[in-house]
C-alpha cells in the first residue's frame, strides 16, 4: 500500500499544471529517516597556529607582512636591528685571532723546550711547565670559536622567518619599536589543515566513540563539513567534567578560519522524523516560518525546528502536518503572497 504522504508527492509531480501559475517550486512536508545522536557547540581552530616572538632585544627595522597576507615558509617576516649583537661577533673574532696567536706562541714554546729537554739543558718540570701552557692556549682558542658560534646565532635571530606556509592572523608590531625576547612579533596559521574543539559531557563518550559518522556544521557558512577524523584527549575537565575531542576536517576548506562558532553532530543512530529543506524556511528575529501553498493561495505559517540533520534538512516539532505543500523559494513566495493578498479567491 502506497503511503499518503508519498501519494501526494506523486501527485504533484504527476500534474505540474496544478502548480505552474506559481513562480517558484514547491514540495510536500514528508517524513524521512534522518541521523540522531548528541550536538554540542564548537570552536574551529587551526592545527598548525602559532605566535612568533623576539629571542633577542633590538629594534624592529622592517615588518614585511601584515595580516591577511599569505607567507611562504622561510620568507623573513620581521628584521631587526641591534648593534650591540654586530658589536660583540666583531669582539669575539678579535678574541679568537687573539688566542689563535698566544696558541700558537705557546706552541713554538713547547716544541722548543722538547728539544732542550732531549738535549738535557732543562729540567722535566720545565717542560712540564711548557706543556701545560701550550695545553692551555688550545683550551683557550676552542673556547674562543665556540664563542664567535654563539654570538653569531644569537646575531641571525635578528631576522625572523616563517616556519611554514600560512596567512598572518595578527601583526603584534610596527616599525621602530624596541622589543625584548619573547615580546610578541606576529601570528600566523595553515588554512590548509583545521580542525573543530568541541567539549563532551563525560557520560556520552561511550556513544562519541561508537559514533560511525560526524558532522560538522559552520551556521555563519551554512555548510556541513564530515569529519575525517575524531580524536577523544584522555583528560576530563575537574570543574566541568567534559572532555575534550578534536574533530578533523577535510584540507583546503574554503571560507573557515580560525575562532569560528560551530556545532558538532555525532550520529548514534536513525529516526522518522518530519523533515523539509532549511532554504524554505524564513527567520524573522526569533520567530521561524515557512510559506505554505494551499489552492491557489500562499500564506506565511509559523513553525517550531528542530536539528538540522546535515543533508540541507531540518526537523519541524510544530506547525505544519505530512502533506502540507510548501513554497521552496521563500522570497519569490513572499513576492508572490503579497500580490495576490487583495485578489479573492479562485
Not at 706562541?105 to 720545565?126: C, E, M, T
Not at 559518522?213 to 555563519?220: D, L
Request: aromatic share 6%; proline share 5%; glycine share 6%.
Amino acid at each position: 500500500m502506497l503511503n499518503p504522504t508519498r501519494l501526494l508527492a506523486c501527485l504533484i509531480l504527476a500534474s505540474p499544471s496544478a502548480w505552474a501559475a506559481l513562480p517558484f517550486a514547491v514540495a510536500p512536508v514528508t517524513y524521512q529517516m534522518v541521523d540522531t545522536g548528541h550536538s554540542t557547540e564548537a570552536t574551529v581552530e587551526a592545527v598548525k597556529q602559532s605566535t612568533i616572538a623576539a629571542q633577542v632585544a633590538g629594534r624592529v627595522s622592517a615588518v614585511n607582512f601584515d595580516a591577511g597576507d599569505y607567507v611562504k615558509a622561510g620568507s623573513v617576516i620581521v628584521r631587526l636591528s641591534a648593534q650591540e649583537l654586530s658589536a660583540a661577533v666583531a669582539g669575539s673574532q678579535a678574541q679568537v685571532a687573539q688566542a689563535d696567536a698566544a696558541l700558537a706562541n705557546a706552541r713554538a714554546n713547547y716544541q722548543r723546550q722538547q728539544q732542550l729537554f732531549q738535549q738535557k739543558f732543562i729540567s722535566q718540570a720545565a717542560l712540564d711547565r711548557a706543556t701545560a701552557e701550550f695545553r692551555a692556549a688550545e683550551a683557550a682558542a676552542r673556547a674562543a670559536r665556540a664563542g664567535v658560534g654563539q654570538t653569531a646565532a644569537v646575531s641571525s635571530y635578528t631576522v625572523i622567518t616563517a616556519p611554514y606556509s600560512g596567512v598572518v592572523a595578527a601583526r603584534h608590531v610596527e616599525v621602530g619599536e624596541t622589543v625584548a625576547p619573547g615580546t610578541p612579533l606576529m601570528t600566523g596559521f595553515d588554512p590548509k589543515d583545521m580542525r573543530v574543539i568541541a567539549d563532551i559531557p563525560q557520560y556520552k563518550l561511550a556513544e562519541i566513540k561508537a559514533s560511525p559518522r560526524v558532522a560538522v556544521e559552520i551556521p555563519s557558512l551554512n555548510k556541513w563539513i564530515d569529519a575525517t577524523g575524531v580524536t577523544v584527549l584522555p583528560s576530563a575537565d575537574a570543574a566541568t567534567h567534559t572532555v575534550k575531542v578534536r574533530i578533523d576536517l577535510p584540507a583546503s576548506l574554503e571560507g573557515v578560519i580560525p575562532g569560528m562558532f560551530a556545532r558538532a553532530h555525532f550520529s548514534v543512530g536513525s529516526a522518522r522524523k518530519l523533515t523539509i529543506p532549511s532554504t524554505a524556511v524564513v527567520h524573522r528575529t526569533e520567530l521561524s516560518a515557512v510559506y505554505v501553498v494551499k489552492d491557489d493561495r500562499v500564506n506565511l505559517r509559523q513553525i517550531r525546528l528542530g536539528t538540522p540533520n546535515g543533508r540541507g534538512q531540518v526537523e519541524v516539532l510544530a506547525g505544519l502536518n505530512p502533506g502540507d505543500v510548501i513554497a521552496l523559494d521563500p522570497v519569490k513566495a513572499g513576492i508572490y503572497a503579497k500580490s495576490t493578498a487583495n485578489q479573492p479567491a479562485k
